[in-house]
């Protein structure tokens, strides 16, 4: 246990590391994000509130998959045989998770930063919106995570990528504009209980079928 903690630690650093240098990839995708929201804005100016909470999370499913479409695609065989010596399929899923959502975090935070200056606020209840905005940016997080690790067996295709996620995304995205509907109307929070436990849920099964199901993918 102490080993695969210390092996996480290292790759989630590693992860890090290779972002910071090449920050290319996460500026693209901070500029999608703001480009998309200003957009919108001069598209619809005046939006419904309905369709405000629908374009949000549009907009941060489809920046999602292509934030963490490169988990697994841009590395090589070679460095993955690499890896396969140093650390177990268990931390290196688990790392890709991890740093995935922290990935994640910081691109809803961003989104939802301009979406809400850019727009007026039609939020009754921010506190429970954002922790829609949390559970949802973990959730893409640890699915997607997953189906890149698949999709890269099949020849870092993205294609393939895209259609492994919209059977994943769609369940996640229906919970996550319920529980986001339910705080832009202000209802109570009990209201909102099942979501959160559904979506709770959704994370613990990815994370434990990612460690059960890794390690097969990992020895093709």
Known sequence: ?????????????????????????????LLYVAATVYTCYLSF???????????????????????LAKSFMLESRGKQLYFYTLASPQAVILAKTLYNMLLMLLIAAVCLVFYVIVFDNPVADMPMYLLSVFLGSISLAGSLTLVSGI????GNNFS????????????????????????????????????IVLLLAINVIVIALSQILFPYLWRE
């Open 1 to 29: 246990m102490r080993k695969l903690a210390g092996d996480t630690r290292a790759l989630i650093r590693r992860e890090w590391l290779l972002e910071w240098r090449n920050r290319y990839a996460l500026n693209g995708i």
């Open 45 to 67: 100016r005046q939006v419904d509130p309905l369709v405000w909470n629908a374009v949000f999370w549009i907009i941060l499913v489809f920046a999602a998959i292509n934030a």
């Open 151 to 154: 999709a890269s067996k099949a």
């Open 160 to 195: 393939l990528m895209a259609i492994l996620s919209f059977p994943v995304v769609i369940p996640v995205l229906i919970l996550l504009i319920k529980l986001s509907k339910n705080a832009m109307d202000g209802l109570d929070r009990s209201v909102s209980g099942n979501e």
